[in-house]
């Protein structure tokens, strides 16, 4: 079982940043895939980053590239999300998603954190 907790959430003009945290708890956190995912008012959940279980690989959406850094801390069993540069149509619940399954294949979430608002005003 894995327990995924977001925050670092909040109301952000346009160009600014926000850094989001997630914190995971369960041994299997160092072992496990993780990424972020994000959904705006009536759409659906789109994939934004995923990192490998070291960190050692990183990949993203095509409109993230550049703007959003991923990054985790495997001592603290924590995964960031730094956004830069926001934008208005990044307003969306953005949510952790922990995936338990072999590497090298598409990131297939098992478990998923309750989600943070972010709002981006123009």
């Known amino acids: 079982q894995v327990q995924l907790a977001e925050s670092g959430g909040g109301l952000v003009q346009a160009g600014g940043s926000l850094r989001l945290s997630c914190a995971a708890s369960?041994?299997?956190?160092?072992?496990?895939?993780m990424g972020w995912f994000r959904q705006a008012p009536g759409k659906e959940r789109e994939f934004v980053a995923a990192?490998?279980?070291?960190?050692?690989?990183?990949y993203y959406a095509d409109s993230m590239k550049g703007r959003f850094t991923i990054s985790r801390n495997n001592a603290a069993n924590t995964v960031y999300l730094q956004m830069n540069s926001l934008k208005p149509e990044d307003t969306a619940v953005y949510y952790c998603?922990?995936?338990?399954?072999?590497?090298?294949?598409?990131?297939?979430?098992?478990?998923w954190g309750q989600g943070t608002q972010v709002t981006v005003s123009s």
């Open positions: 990192i490998n279980w070291s960190g050692s690989n990183t």
């Open positions: 369960g041994r299997t956190f160092t072992t496990s895939a």
């Open positions: 998603a922990a995936d338990l399954g072999p590497p090298g294949r598409n990131f297939e979430p098992d478990y």
